[in-house]
T-cell receptor, first 115, second 114 residues
Framework: NAGVMQNPRHLVRRRGQEARLRCSPM?????VYWYRQLPEEGLKFMVY????????ESGMPKERFSAEFPKEGPSILRIQQVVRGDSAAYFC?????????????FGEGSWLTVV | AQSVTQPDIHITVSEGASLELRCNYS??????LFWYVQSPGQGLQLLLK??????LVQGIKGFEAEFKRSQSSFNLRKPSVHWSDAAEYFC????????????FGPGTSLSVIP
């Protein structure tokens, strides 16, 4: 029973390149959350998605960042024209249904380094 | 606005000693409460959670936490710390929205002295 799968685990990009982070939720889960953890900081909520819908993107930077969760395939967090400040760990989490009170389960994270 | 504070940025304890990590939250209603642990370079593992009922919650690895509504606190405790407990600990609040929005505290880094 696989957990939340994220890849790549580590990604190095040069300034100005694009970063794509993928997340496959746990089996049976159709709700995905993305969080960002900057060095020496806690996790900050970025976006919540259901299949083919962005429900809450209040934590997403206004520019360069986008997320999708297509009907088929993993959720993708895309960062265009990366800058050094984007270097962080990006965590994906999933839950089974849309109801407060579930436990959300986290993946192992994707560590982005911008050089 | 909702927030979670963890007053202690870093704590050092001796192996075998007791541990208490503090967590306070600000929220208009009784939230759902969680403690997660993160080892270096790893993801987050759920230690325990409080949704309702008994305010003393037992978790994995010998941890427990007590919800105190009057103090808006959810402190994590362990009677005897092991060297393998050295990690980053995050308190989190689950908001009572229509979905599971979770707000994290800044974390407490725990070091264990042999």
């Amino acid at each position: 029973n696989a957990g939340v799968m994220q890849n790549p685990r580590h990604l190095v990009r040069r300034r100005g390149q694009e970063a794509r982070l993928r997340c496959s939720p746990m089996k049976g889960h159709s709700h995905v959350y993305w969080y960002r953890q900057l060095p020496e900081e806690g996790l900050k909520f970025m976006v919540y998605l259901q299949k083919e819908n962005i429900i809450d993107e209040s934590g997403m930077p206004k520019e360069r960042f986008s997320a999708e969760f297509p009907k088929e395939g993993p959720s993708i967090l895309r960062i265009q024209q990366v800058v050094r400040g984007d270097s962080a760990a990006y965590f994906c989490a999933s839950s089974p249904i849309s109801r407060a009170g579930n436990t959300i389960y986290f993946g192992e994270g994707s560590w982005l380094t911008v050089v | 606005a909702q927030s979670v504070t963890q007053p202690d940025i870093h704590i050092t304890v001796s192996e075998g000693a007791s541990l208490e990590l503090r967590c306070n939250y600000s929220y208009g209603a009784t939230p759902y409460l969680f403690w997660y642990v993160q080892s270096p370079g790893q993801g987050l593992q759920l230690l325990l959670k409080y949704f309702s009922g008994d305010t003393l919650v037992q978790g994995i690895k010998g941890f427990e936490a007590e919800f105190k509504r009057s103090q808006s606190s959810f402190n994590l405790r362990k009677p005897s710390v092991h060297w393998s407990d050295a990690a980053e600990y995050f308190c989190a609040v689950g908001l009572k929205t229509s979905y599971d929005k979770v707000i994290f505290g800044p974390g407490t880094s725990l070091s264990v002295i042999p």
